[in-house]
């Protein structure tokens, strides 16, 4: 049961039933993420920091966005704000520091939820 399942495609989420599925998901930094839509509804992906934000994903179409570093993404769809999910994201080298950044950068926003 390898065939197609490799690499990128691997790291997918579905959007069914009004949810993320997985609602979290942990991957390595350089990976790329796939969200498809399995609903009637269309749904959107955007990241709370900005970091991306998809058109509207109608049934069958993807988005993915390539997490090139370590941290903690929190993802949800602007259209039904209360789906959301949280990407956590680990540095390349085994063992190297796992420091919680994020949260608390220079100049990122927090996570008060303000639209402009
Ligand atoms: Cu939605």
Same mark, same amino acid.
């Given at each position: !049961?390898? %065939?197609? +399942? !490799?690499?990128?495609?691997? /790291?997918?989420? /579905?959007? $069914?039933? =009004?949810? =993320?599925?997985? !609602?979290?998901?942990?991957?390595?930094?350089?990976?790329?993420?796939?969200?498809?839509?399995?609903? @009637? *509804? #269309?749904?959107?992906?955007?990241? @709370? $920091?900005?970091? =991306?934000? %998809?058109?509207? /994903? @109608?049934?069958? *179409?993807?988005?993915? =966005?390539?997490?090139? *570093?370590?941290?903690?993404?929190?993802?949800?769809?602007?259209?039904?704000?209360? !789906?959301? +999910?949280?990407?956590?994201?680990?540095?390349? *080298?085994? &063992?190297?520091? /796992?420091?919680? $950044?994020?949260?608390? &950068? #220079?100049? +990122? #926003?927090?996570? +008060? @939820? $303000?639209?402009?």
């Amino acid at each position: !049961m390898t %065939s197609w +399942a !490799m690499a990128g495609w691997a /790291l997918q989420i /579905l959007i $069914r039933n =009004f949810m =993320f599925v997985p !609602m979290a998901m942990t991957v390595k930094a350089g990976s790329t993420v796939t969200w498809v839509n399995r609903d @009637d *509804e #269309p749904h959107t992906v955007v990241s @709370d $920091r900005g970091l =991306f934000r %998809s058109a509207a /994903l @109608d049934t069958g *179409e993807a988005f993915s =966005f390539t997490f090139d *570093e370590p941290g903690t993404y929190h993802v949800f769809c602007s259209i039904h704000p209360q !789906m959301a +999910a949280t990407i956590t994201v680990e540095p390349h *080298e085994p &063992g190297g520091p /796992l420091s919680e $950044r994020g949260a608390s &950068g #220079p100049g +990122a #926003p927090t996570g +008060a @939820d $303000r639209g402009p």
